[in-house]
């Protein structure tokens, strides 16, 4: 058996042909740097400035009630993505319309008024990539391509091995070779293709630009269709405020690893505005990193907007991307709305997912005990405002990160089998 198995798919188009709607009520490639555009493609960067590219729109007149009849998961939105119209009827992994929960006791805790926490980690491979992975497959097959790839930290990989699977298209799923064991498995599982990578998540992601530039036909995710994999974070945006009851809350917290789904979570509320969807307010977005890969935060708290790179050293390793896309964007964002990023220790990552478990019981990986961390932090510092409405993101599920609390945690006692012995544990009390 070879190492990469290629199983059959009647939903992919020849390169060059795209069927008429292939990616629905998008109309080119635009340059947020210069704003060239070019046609729609399997291209990242502008052609004149070598800066990033994004879809442009034409958006018709949605409804909310249009949306509210739609599936229960991200294609309810399929009218604000760069997806076809007939989008439910190819085999996907059918993520999104994750819960919206109320945190009170969290809330509570930490001094807030209303708390929300946007939970991702029940998405199909827990974790909120599936979204965006399912927005880069049907980018794919429009263009044909006999590949779907990705470097990752983790559950991208999870999420394109097993969207593959699903779809029936051939997957090779690159890794950083000291990530955590359980994302390894989660991604082999359903690929016989995942190649562990000596090095960081920069050296994993060098190498597949590499590979993208070298063969032909190879859809990496977040390389060669970034511009359409990206737009699927703004499913969550999309979903906080039709949870909330078609508004925008006042205050988000959102991890930081590329900032890509910082940047597109606002994108969503500018584009709700814009369509009228909901009413336009006043917002402010926060962004959360490891002290051990921060230079977002390092960046704000410097007032520059110039990101220095750095080699990762953080047990949030999907948060691990020491040179960011689109940090810069992030900082734009968070200082335009009068939000700021943040970060916070290793150990604090561990007393967030604690926190989070204990008060909500969401057992969230260490990006979601970052995010945590970070909201807690903000709050001590009064850099956000407790009387706000607020959201925080849980981007993934913590039993892919088992290690990181895995010593902090365990029985409170160990007893033989008497009543004596458990009573003089104190746990009656």
């Known amino acids: 058996m070879s190492a990469v198995t290629t199983l059959e798919t009647t939903d992919v188009r020849t390169p060059g042909q795209l069927r008429p709607g292939a990616f629905g009520h998008a109309t080119g490639l635009s340059c ?29 007149q949605v409804t909310r009630e249009e949306i509210e009849a739609g599936p229960s998961n991200i294609w309810r939105y399929k009218a604000l993505l760069p997806v ?3 989008i439910e ?51 794919a097959r429009e263009f044909g391509s006999k590949v779907f790839a990705c470097p990752s930290t983790g559950n ?40 562990a990578v000596e090095g960081n998540y920069d050296d994993v992601n060098k190498l597949a630009s590499e590979i993208a530039g070298e063969e032909e036909g190879w859809a990496f995710v977040n390389v060669n269709v970034r511009p359409y994999y990206a737009e699927g974070s703004k499913t969550l945006g999309y979903e906080i405020a039709e949870q909330l009851g078609w508004r925008l809350p006042d205050q988000v917290v959102i991890p930081v690893a590329s900032g890509s789904q910082l940047t597109k979570v606002d994108k969503a509320f500018q584009e709700l505005i814009r369509l009228g969807l909901v009413e336009e307010k006043p ?24 990101i220095r790179p750095v080699r990762p050293d953080t047990i949030a390793k999907s948060l691990a991307i020491g040179n960011p896309a689109d940090g810069i964007y ?20 561990r007393e967030g997912i604690l926190l989070l478990a204990r008060t909500e019981g969401i057992f969230t990986e260490t990006a979601g005990g970052t995010t945590v961390g970070v909201l807690k932090k903000l709050v001590e510092t009064g850099q956000l405002d407790t009387t706000l409405e607020t959201v925080v993101i ?16 365990g029985p409170a006692a160990t007893i033989p089998p008497t009543y004596s012995a458990f009573a003089a544990t104190g746990l009656t009390d």
């Open 89 to 139: 009827q190819s085999p996907n992994m059918e993520p999104g319309f994750t819960r919206l929960l109320e945190a009170g006791n969290l809330a509570r805790e930490l001094g807030l008024q209303k708390l929300w926490v946007k939970d991702d980690s029940t998405n199909p491979t827990n974790s909120f990539k599936d979204r965006v992975v399912a927005c880069a497959l049907s980018a």
């Open 330 to 349: 992030v900082l734009d964002i968070c200082r335009r709305t009068g939000g700021a990023v943040e970060d916070i220790t290793d150990e604090q990552v």
């Open 156 to 195: 991208l990989a999870n999420a394109v091995a097993a969207a593959g699977a699903r779809a029936g298209i051939k997957t090779v799923v690159f890794i950083p070779s000291n990530l955590e064991k359980p994302k390894q498995v989660n991604s082999a599982v359903y690929t016989d293709s995942l190649v």
């Open 394 to 409: 849980n981007t993934g599920m913590g039993l892919k990160t088992l290690d990181a609390v895995a010593d902090e945690v």
């Open 283 to 306: 917002y402010k977005v926060y962004g959360a990193q490891a002290t051990g890969c921060s230079p977002v935060s390092v960046a704000y708290k410097a007032g520059t907007d110039a």
């Open 84 to 86: 076809p119209s007939d």
């Open 32 to 60: 947020r740097e210069c704003g060239h555009a070019i046609d729609l493609g399997p291209h990242y960067a502008c052609p004149e400035c070598f800066g990033p590219l994004e879809i442009a729109y034409d958006f018709p």
